[in-house]
Structure formats: structure tokens, C-alpha cells
């Protein structure tokens, strides 16, 4: 089993999520993964809410940790597609996005992506398809 700053190791160069956004990631094993984020000013909208794209990041980015856990392998997993529903806006003063394996089959996988904030508010559902690449 992986360390987790072994599998921070493996995604610091995803620099988009973990630079720019400042996602971090919290929890990783082989099909499960959360990132959480401390939103700031950068990540608002014209309204002073968080801006969707965050959360969209946010699942994506949990996606990619759990799908590709063993980041060394012969394979990656890419997302397909991928659908967001919005609950609510968030109430506390970090969000986390976990992500959890459905169904993993020999190419294609499936996941489900639950945003919260920490006071307990469930602000967005994921569903992710992901497909994998011989490296």
C-alpha cells in the first residue's frame, strides 16, 4: 500500500489541481480517493459564490487519484464524460470531493464523485466514466 505523500509524489504534476486550484489530497486508495480545497477570492464567481468549475475540478481531480492509484502501472485512466448535478451552495469553509469506484471493468470504469463542504452539506454529485490507456 502506498504511502499518502507517495501518492501526492505521483500527482504534483498536475499542476493545474494542485498549484493553480490548491486542491490537496487527503485519503487514496485503489478506487477511493478525497481532495479537499480552502476556497479563496481566485476561486469566486461574479456573485460571490464558489464558481462550478471548482467543483467540477474538484471531482475530476478525486476521480483521477482513486482511478489511478497505482500511477506507476502500465495503464492510466482518463475520463470519458462525466456529469455534474448542483444541491447547494456551500455553507462551511472547505469543500472535499470523494470519489468512489462503481464499477471497474477492463477498459471502461465507472465512479460516483460526492461534494460536501465540513459543515455536512452536500452541494454536488458527480458521476464519472473513465477509460484506460496503455501508457
Sequence with gaps: MK??????????????????????????????????????????????????????????FAFAVAANYEFDG?????????????????KGDTLYAAANVIKDGRKTCFYEVQVTDDLGTKIAAVTVSGYKIDR
Design 3 to 60: 504511502t499518502l505523500e507517495e501518492v501526492r509524489e505521483n500527482f504534483k504534476n498536475d499542476v493545474y489541481a494542485t498549484f493553480t486550484t490548491g486542491i490537496s489530497i487527503d485519503y487514496a486508495k485503489p478506487g477511493h480517493a478525497v481532495v479537499s480545497l480552502r476556497p479563496d477570492p481566485r476561486h469566486m464567481n461574479a456573485v460571490g459564490q464558489v464558481m462550478g468549475a471548482v467543483y467540477n475540478t474538484m471531482a475530476d
Design 74 to 90: 502500465p495503464v492510466v485512466t482518463v475520463t470519458l464524460s462525466s456529469n455534474i448535478s448542483f444541491y447547494s451552495g456551500m
